[in-house]
Each structure stands twice: as C-alpha cells, then as structure tokens.
C-alpha cells in the first residue's frame, strides 16, 4: 500500500513517539500459545494501527507489555516507511548525521533507522526511481544505498516497487 506524497508534512516514521500514537489506534490483549498461566492471563500483546494509512503493526513475543509496546511501535515505524510516502526536497539533519563519508550509518536496531529508511524511499521517488539520482541528491554513493536497501528483502522490495511504478527495471 503506497500512499502518495503529501506536501510538506513530516513522515510518520520520524515523528515523537507521543505524536505517532496520537495517530493510532492501540489494542492491548492476550494471546494464546507457551507461556502458560501467565500468557493466558495477563495483556501483554499489543497492535497499533496508524488511522491515517491503515498500516498496522503487532508484537506478542515478550512477556511484558512494556517490552511487546516497544517492539510494536518500532514494527510500525519500519511497516510506515516502506508504505507511506511523502514529499522530499533534500537530505534531512538526521540523514546528514547518519551519513558519514557517504556511507550509511545506522544499526538495524536503531530506533531511528525507520526514518532514514523513509528518507531514502521518498528521495528515490523524487528522483523517479533513478537510484543513481536519490544517492547523489543524498551525498552517498549509488553502492551504498542499494546496500543499504539490499538489508532486508522488504526493503529492497519497496524500493523495487518505487522503480517500477517509473518504469525501471528492478535492483538485484
């Protein structure tokens, strides 16, 4: 589901976590399977879903909710990236802090990577999916942000969808 680009709103990736929830409708339950006792009887598994979009994003893994929220709010963050689109005009601060020397710094964990993500997605957009383009317009190599994107098949793929709706031949 690719949303398109909205004029000068930030993307939900980057925003506080305060304002994303704000957006969100949040569910707070159990769910079934090991755990006994505990799993069955305490609301440790939450889903939040982004009103706007539709996107949604869940975690039950944990046994405190605290741990399952966090884990959610991050699915989110990355799910929104990939899916929602907006409009881009040159490398952010925080893209400029996580690229040093025109290579990508930023650990698959990081609870800023989302954003990044988003930004490298949506320059490729404003560059009609002309990888070659979005890396110069955000001072990194064409290398190193396919290797970027290439981290995990889901991104690779959002970008791949990206350079199909342009007309161009998928990344590998």
């Known amino acids: 589901m690719a949303c398109p680009p909205e004029s000068n709103?930030?993307?939900p990736a980057s925003l506080s976590e305060a304002e994303l929830l704000d957006g969100c409708d949040t569910w707070r339950g159990r769910r079934s399977g090991p755990g006994g006792q505990h799993r069955?009887?305490?609301?440790?598994?939450v889903?939040?879903?982004?009103?706007?979009s539709g996107v949604t994003a869940e975690a039950s893994e944990r046994r405190r909710q605290a741990d399952n929220h966090a884990a959610a709010v991050f699915r989110l963050r990355v799910k929104l990236a990939l899916a929602?689109?907006?409009a881009w005009d040159s490398p952010s601060v925080l893209w400029q802090e996580r690229c040093r020397g025109g290579r990508i710094a930023v650990n698959a964990s990081h609870h800023?990577?989302?954003?990044?993500?988003?930004?490298?997605?949506?320059?490729?957009?404003e560059r009609a999916g002309d990888d070659g383009a979005a890396a110069e317009a955000l001072d990194v190599s064409r290398s190193q942000?396919?290797?970027?994107w290439k981290r995990d098949g889901a991104w690779l793929a959002a970008a791949n969808r990206v350079r199909e709706g342009f007309e161009r031949g998928p990344l590998r």
């Open 145 to 148: 942000l396919v290797k970027f």
């Open 84 to 86: 929602v689109r907006t």
């Open 9 to 11: 709103e930030p993307h």
């Open 112 to 125: 800023r990577l989302p954003a990044v993500l988003a930004e490298s997605l949506d320059a490729l957009v």
């Open 47 to 52: 889903r939040i879903t982004h009103r706007a």
């Open 40 to 45: 069955n009887k305490v609301e440790t598994a």
